[in-house]
Nanobody, 123 residues
Framework: VQLQASGGGLVQAGGSLRLSCADS????????MGWFRQAPGKERELVAA????????YYADSVKGRFTISRDNAKNTLYLQMNSLKSEDTAVYSC?????????????????WGKGTQVTVSS
């Protein structure tokens, strides 16, 4: 599995970004996937997750209503649309592959993490 996140950058508070995660080895289409983030000095946290079919999702309370996770299995790509960004959303965002096909909501349910992309929100 080789996961690579992209789409991060610097954005003003209230702005939007769309992150993408490409699975270059095409091994994730049958697995649940998720987006994690880690801010300096803080623990890694699960932000959003999605089942293999995309019909079930999970969101952390801190991003509910602002972020949307989606996937395109034909393109082996996972997305995270982030709207109404806040300064507290600043972190390195990484995608991860779940062990099974359902929505992985706990960190131990993941087995592979990709390289992250930096998101910085200025206030």
């Amino acid at each position: 599995v080789q996961l690579q996140a992209s789409g991060g950058g610097l954005v003003q508070a209230g702005g939007s970004l769309r992150l993408s995660c490409a699975d270059s080895r095409r091994t994730s289409s049958n697995n649940g996937m998720g987006w994690f983030r880690q801010a300096p000095g803080k623990e890694r946290e699960l932000v959003a997750a999605i089942s293999w079919r995309g019909d079930n999702t999970y969101y952390a309370d801190s991003v509910k209503g602002r972020f949307t996770i989606s996937r395109d299995n034909a393109k082996n790509t996972l997305y995270l649309q982030m709207n109404s960004l806040k300064s507290e959303d600043t972190a390195v965002y990484s995608c991860a592959q779940g062990r099974g096909s359902l929505v992985p909501t706990k960190e131990y349910e993941y087995r592979y993490w990709g390289k992250g992309t930096q998101v910085t929100v200025s206030s």
